[in-house]
């Protein structure tokens, strides 16, 4: 039973996820949980005996590859966004009071840090995966 695939994935995407500063509800949604509710439903499919193994795993595996896809292109235009709208303020700020802005994101940066490195561990699944 690859279940613990399963959990392995869904511990990835919640690092992904963290590294959203205040995502929409339908960003969340559509970005995250619906690829877990497939493949909770695939494990549990498999689980009941209504599945079998190899077509467990190719769903799977076709619930991933687009999740991932999905995730890695919202997950960066997130980034992105939000660098965009920071610059922004910090030029206001400038202009306003005349005064460089000072603010660490060294926060911000580790948890990006992190979640770049999940997304190539979950690469690397995938492509383990694509092997068999």
């Known amino acids: 039973m690859k279940t613990e695939e399963s959990n392995r994935f869904f511990e990835l995407f919640d690092t992904l996820r963290a590294s959203l500063d205040?995502?929409?509800?339908?960003?969340?949604?559509?970005?995250?949980?619906?690829?877990?509710?497939?493949?909770?439903?695939i494990d549990a499919l498999e689980k009941n005996g209504e599945l079998y193994l190899g077509a467990a795993e190719e769903r799977r595996f076709r619930i991933q590859m687009t999740a991932l896809f999905t995730a890695y292109k919202r997950v960066l235009n997130c980034w992105d966004t939000r660098d965009k709208l920071d610059e922004a303020f910090a030029r206001y700020h400038r202009i306003v009071s005349g005064q460089e802005l000072q603010h660490s994101n060294g926060k911000e940066d580790i948890r990006r840090t992190e979640a770049l490195r999940q997304f190539q561990d979950v690469r690397r699944i995938l492509q383990c995966g694509c092997k068999r």
Do not use: G, H, I, N
């Open 22 to 41: 205040d995502p929409d509800e339908q960003l969340v949604y559509q970005t995250f949980e619906v690829p877990k509710r497939l493949m909770a439903e």
